[in-house]
């Protein structure tokens, strides 16, 4: 099998010029393969579009359900973590980082964090948040090829532990 980083130049001689999509076959898993089309006609071929590089491989699994860790968070933001995704059984396809998405309750999704082209960060604090608000959170993995489907959604509150509170005292007391 050749190395990830391989790089094929094929040209597609089957496709009849019609339909708007093809789809290329026998490639090899793992190698990335450039692509760029041309329209033709009787006075020659035009400019080439620009080039697109796609791996042959499948998008990422879904991450895990995020979770939150207390000790670096406050009233006002929640630092979210996550578990690296697995590559299953396509290691030529590494996961190239992760997005996260929160939902500040009113049913949209919108991006906090863009981890692209850091895989190694598994982490990151949403910070701005209003004290005691419900938030959700969900992260998407990202391959060569593009994203995951988003992972499940966690909801936590925006807020800190309580206080500690005062040792109790006795201020009366009966027989019963």
Known sequence: MPP????????????GGQASQYQ?????????????????????????????????SRLPDAPGTPTIDWTQSSRTSLFV?????????LPESP?????????SGNGTFVQVYDGAFKPGILGH???????????????????????????????????TAP???AKPEVTSQSKT
């Open 24 to 56: 290329v076959t026998g490639l090899t898993s793992g190698v990335t393969y450039r692509f760029q089309y041309y329209a033709t006609n009787v006075y020659g071929d035009s400019p080439g579009s620009v080039i697109i590089s796609a791996t042959a």
């Open 125 to 159: 604090l949403v910070d701005g948040l209003t004290n005691g608000h419900l938030y959700s959170f969900r992260v998407i993995a990202l391959n060569y090829n593009g994203e995951s489907v988003p992972g499940a959604a966690a909801p936590f509150y925006a807020c």
């Open 81 to 89: 973590r996550w578990v690296a995704s697995s590559t299953g059984s």
């Open 163 to 165: 206080a500690q509170f």
């Open 95 to 103: 996961i190239l980082g992760y997005q996260l998405q929160m939902d």
């Open 4 to 15: 990830s980083s391989a790089i094929a130049i094929a040209t597609a001689t089957a496709y």
